[in-house]
């Protein structure tokens, strides 16, 4: 079967049955029609000089033929017409020597316009072809930039994904390691460090309330025992219990932080009088000696506070901290 592409469309405005499968049988054919009339044409010539109508329309379908030849089969088509044409302006010429018919110049003259023919339409093909083949060039460049922009884009869009989840992951890490550096992690409350940490700030910065801080040191009593009783793992479900009922019920604005074993410290930052602290520590004490189920045995347990006040005490750190631990409540 005959594609499209095989196919040279004459008049395609008109219908697909002007358009010429480009294949050898139709060239051979072509050229055997060209070589029929230009037989034909010689021998009307030799022998009817004076039928110079019925040779020129021989001369005309050759004519037809020659450029069919040259629009279908470019480059051998071509050649193959022009072959044919000088051998008819050959044979005409010999002709006009002998007998200067009508026919003979009239042949003569058509061949001539068949070459040029031929040679202009042959060098428009060609111009036409070369833009053609420049034009698709360019397309594939512009086809394989457009490409390549889109492959860039679709890598700077993947590298932006990698480096978002890279960012998260290094924000998730940076996280966890602050919670491992100032979160204690039996308690989830802060730790030692952090305490150290804020202490120092409240003691260099001025924003504190009238420059004013209470601690409070908390040492569970006793807790020695538990431990012995019940092993570690009791022990330390014990603290838990402590840490989540001291922050029920200490003050939002409090700091409640686990130094390390049965010891805690709160850091209070509100204005208030060495009575109100005592109060406010009184009741804390009765809470912590409310009963602690711990397999299945009501455990109570108490605690001693010390106190240690900012600046009255000291204005120093490590003075604060021992005055902490020698006072008691």
């Known amino acids: 079967m005959t594609t499209n592409r095989e196919k040279v469309c004459i008049l395609p405005m008109f219908s697909e049955k002007f358009c010429l499968p480009r294949n050898n049988f139709n060239r051979k054919l072509m ?5 029929v009339i230009f037989s034909v044409s ?3 010539i030799g022998v009817f000089p004076k039928y110079w109508l019925i040779i020129g329309m021989m001369i005309q379908f050759q004519l037809i033929l020659s450029l069919l030849m040259t629009l279908i089969y470019l480059r051998i088509g071509c050649i193959t017409a022009l072959i044919f044409n000088f051998i008819t302006i050959i044979q005409s010429t010999y002709r006009l020597t002998v007998d200067h018919s009508y026919g003979s110049q009239l042949v003569f003259i058509l061949s001539i316009d068949t070459i040029m023919s031929i040679l ?3 060098y428009f093909i060609k111009m036409g072809s070369q ?4 034009l698709l060039k360019k397309e594939e460049i512009v086809s394989k930039s457009f490409l390549k922009t889109a492959l860039s884009e679709e890598e700077l869009w993947k ?4 480096l978002k989840k890279l960012n998260k992951t290094i924000c998730h890490d ?4 602050h919670r491992l550096a100032y979160i204690d992690s039996l308690t989830n409350l802060p730790n030692r ?3 150290r940490d804020h202490l120092n700030k409240m003691v260099n910065s001025s924003n504190t309330t009238s420059n004013f801080f209470a601690l409070v040191f908390i040492d569970l009593d006793n807790f020695k025992n538990v431990n012995d009783t019940f092993g570690h793992q009791s022990g330390d479900e014990l603290i838990r219990h402590i840490s989540f009922r001291l922050r029920q019920y200490i003050d939002p604005s409090d700091m409640l932080a686990h130094l390390g074993g049965d010891e805690f410290v709160l850091v209070i930052q509100r204005l208030l009088s060495h009575k109100n602290i005592i109060d406010y520590l009184t009741s804390l004490a009765v809470k912590l000696r409310e009963p602690v189920m711990l397999r299945k045995i009501k455990i109570t347990i108490s605690a001693s506070f ?3 006040i900012y600046p009255q005490d000291s204005n120093v750190v490590e003075e604060i901290l021992k005055k902490l631990r020698h006072s008691d409540v």
Not at 131 to 134: I, L, N, R, V
Not at 159 to 162: G, M, Y
Request: net charge positive; charged share 25%; no cysteine.
């Open 306 to 308: 010390g106190i240690s």
């Open 159 to 162: 590298k932006n994904k990698q």
């Open 31 to 35: 050229q055997i029609s060209i070589l």
């Open 42 to 44: 010689y021998v009307i």
């Open 131 to 134: 833009t053609y083949f420049d």
């Open 120 to 122: 202009v339409i042959s």
């Open 174 to 177: 940076k996280e966890e390691m």
């Open 193 to 195: 460090r952090m305490f």
